[in-house]
């Protein structure tokens, strides 16, 4: 038998008391790091479920009747940003700007949704800062986003549009080249307007133009 189990539960008690002294605090403190943990867990995901929701229902507004969309825009880009609502909300706005003629706001917030956490949200407008840089002539900057890594299914759409700044850059065989390899990786998508610019060129080439 053990020696502790030949000791006097008064022995027992003074050792626990003892041991108590030394450690008490140590556990009372860990036991409150873990209950204010587990609460600060729980209030965390409270705020975030909150936050979610008030942007949701604030997003959902875009789509109705007399709402002051703008507002809603900048509404959600304050008030929730980093939610997935605000970086929507970019794309939104940079929509808007862009056909209200305002390309430097545009390209600033197609930069925000580019930063989304989502990538097909990030992707998509990658490829629109980019064909919105080269509508600008900023080239340079639109080609080094076109050499990120984008997924395959935008392969024929990242063609085309290093097919506009070779054009824009008047290096129409590259040009040429890239519409090409744009309309081969189509796949199902139509094709009309990319076969229209590549024989556009091609007749150019030939002509020597």
């Given at each position: 038998?053990a ?9 027992k008690?003074?050792?626990l ?12 403190a ?34 109705e ?6 507002e ?38 197609l ?22 840089l ?17 997924p ?6 990242v ?18 080249e890239?519409?090409?390899?744009a ?14 610019k ?9 002509s020597?133009?």
């Amino acid at each position: 038998m053990a020696d502790y189990d030949l000791k006097s539960d008064e022995e027992k008690a003074e050792e626990l008391k003892a041991w108590w002294r030394s450690n008490g605090t140590s556990v009372i403190a860990g036991v409150a790091l873990t209950v204010g943990g587990m609460f600060g867990w729980n209030y965390w995901k409270e705020q975030k479920v909150t936050q979610s929701e008030g942007a949701s229902k604030l997003y959902a507004q875009l789509s109705e009747e007399g709402t002051d969309s703008a507002e809603v825009l900048k509404k959600l880009n304050d008030e929730y940003s980093g939610t997935s609502y605000s970086y929507l909300a970019a794309l939104e706005s940079a929509k808007t700007s862009c056909e209200a003629g305002n390309t430097d706001e545009c390209i600033t917030q197609l930069k925000k949704a580019t930063e989304s956490p989502q990538d097909s949200l990030a992707n998509l407008a990658k490829l629109r800062l980019a064909r919105t840089l080269i509508s600008t002539g900023k080239l340079d900057e639109a080609k080094s986003i076109l050499a990120e890594k984008l997924p395959a299914s935008y392969q024929s759409l990242v063609s085309e549009l290093n097919g506009d700044i070779h054009f824009a850059k008047k290096e129409l065989k590259q040009a040429y080249e890239a519409y090409d390899k744009a309309i081969l990786s189509a796949g199902d998508q139509n094709t009309q307007l990319l076969k229209m610019k590549r024989d556009d060129l091609g007749n150019q080439l030939r002509s020597g133009a």
